[in-house]
């Protein structure tokens, strides 16, 4: 049984300070992996995607990947009210065959307090 | 361009009752996917078309659910009958077949979902 696994919160974070978010997967053959943004009531919103390990950065955004540990994390720098949302980390076994659908986590709902 | 949509956005039926869903994928996605998420629980996926094939439909609970690709354009996702726990809400997700590189492969794009209520 594929899993992902990730705190469900709510991790409250200050306005203008890093959220951190993290996220472990149990498939070790794992090979793309995403972070969406899902408001409340809303569609999930694909923000990042990564495929190799390091750091792969987008505006405040920023993926971490080490697959070794299986273990990727989301930083959102200069927080703000409106990152306030569920992120969800999804994982897939893309492997070169074809796409293939997701396993997701559940989501960490996070707060940013003005 | 246009996203991903989804009909109807709610949908209540009584148990046993027949419910099709429709999804209409971004213009031009080969791959179109399902998911549902139930109250509590992590989305989880269904199956996945690509173009009018079905390509994975491991994630399916059971043969009350049948989907469709006529054409290899939109899709439909029929319950019948419906049973107390297919309640949830059912997302549809289009990616392109192989992506610009590979550093986009496989990123899928939601619709609004359908929330289907069983009573």
């Known amino acids: 049984q594929k899993e992902v696994e990730q705190n469900s919160g709510p991790l409250s974070v200050p306005e203008g300070a890093i959220a951190s978010l993290n996220c472990t997967y149990s498939?070790?053959?794992?090979?793309?992996f995403f972070w969406y943004r899902q408001y409340s009531g809303k569609s999930p919103e694909l923000i990042m995607s990564?495929?190799?390990?390091g750091d792969k950065e987008d505006g405040r955004f920023t993926a971490q990947l080490n697959k070794a540990s299986q273990y990727v994390s989301l930083l959102i720098r200069d927080s703000q009210p409106s990152d306030s949302a569920t992120y969800l980390c999804?994982?897939?076994?893309?492997?070169?065959?074809?796409?293939?659908?997701?396993?997701f986590g559940k989501g960490t709902h996070l707060i940013i307090q003005p | 361009e246009a996203g991903v949509t989804q009909f109807p956005s709610h949908s209540v039926i009584e148990k046993g009752q027949t419910v099709t869903l429709r999804c209409d994928p971004i213009?031009?996605?080969?791959?179109l996917y399902w998911y549902r998420r139930v109250m509590g629980k992590e989305i989880k996926f269904l199956l996945h078309?690509?173009?009018?094939?079905?390509?994975?439909e491991s994630g399916m609970p059971n043969n009350r659910f049948l989907a469709e690709r006529t054409g290899g354009t939109y899709s439909t996702l029929k319950v019948q009958p419906a049973e107390l726990e297919d309640s949830g809400v059912y997302f549809c997700?289009?990616?392109?077949?192989?992506?610009?590189?590979?550093?986009?492969?496989?990123?899928?794009?939601f619709g609004p979902g359908t929330r289907l209520t069983v009573l």
């Open positions: 213009s031009g996605h080969d791959n």
């Open positions: 999804a994982v897939s076994p893309y492997s070169g065959g074809g796409a293939d659908g997701l396993t």
């Open positions: 990564i495929y190799s390990n």
């Open positions: 498939d070790r053959g794992s090979q793309s």
């Open positions: 078309f690509v173009k009018e094939s079905k390509q994975d």
């Open positions: 997700a289009s990616s392109q077949e192989g992506g610009d590189s590979r550093s986009s492969y496989n990123e899928q794009f």
